[in-house]
């Protein structure tokens, strides 16, 4: 069993940058791939960028590549999001996932889910 709780939503203008942060419980954490997502209001949520249990291997959604960096520290439990040249269309609550595998799930379906963080851009 894996809990995750996101922080470090907020409200921010356009061009500007926020991190968030997504710890996990668990001793076995270092094994799951973990995905961030995110929901806009009256929109289906969608996948953002993934990440391997090694931190080796990351993949994006093409409207964030360049400006969102996914990392990890195993040490800490804790996956990152680095959220840079925020847009309006960024505004959403944004939600972490981990999947029991070294890899992420093609199909984004995670096993574990946290509450999720607001993040409001600006314009």
């Known amino acids: 069993q894996v809990q995750l709780v996101e922080s470090g939503g907020g409200l921010v203008q356009a061009g500007g940058s926020l991190r968030l942060s997504c710890a996990a419980s668990?001793?076995?954490?270092?094994?799951?791939?973990v995905g961030w997502f995110r929901q806009a209001p009256g929109k289906e949520r969608e996948f953002v960028a993934a990440?391997?249990?090694?931190?080796?291997?990351?993949s994006y959604e093409d409207s964030v590549k360049g400006r969102f960096t996914i990392s990890r520290d195993n040490a800490r439990h804790t996956v990152y999001l680095q959220m840079n040249s925020l847009k309006p269309e960024d505004t959403a609550v944004y939600y972490c996932?981990?999947?029991?595998?070294?890899?992420?799930?093609?199909?984004?379906?995670?096993?574990?889910w946290g509450q999720g963080t607001q993040v409001t851009v600006s314009s």
């Open positions: 996932a981990a999947h029991d595998g070294l890899l992420p799930p093609p199909t984004h379906e995670y096993d574990y």
């Open positions: 990440i391997s249990w090694s931190g080796g291997s990351t």
């Open positions: 668990g001793r076995t954490f270092s094994s799951y791939a």
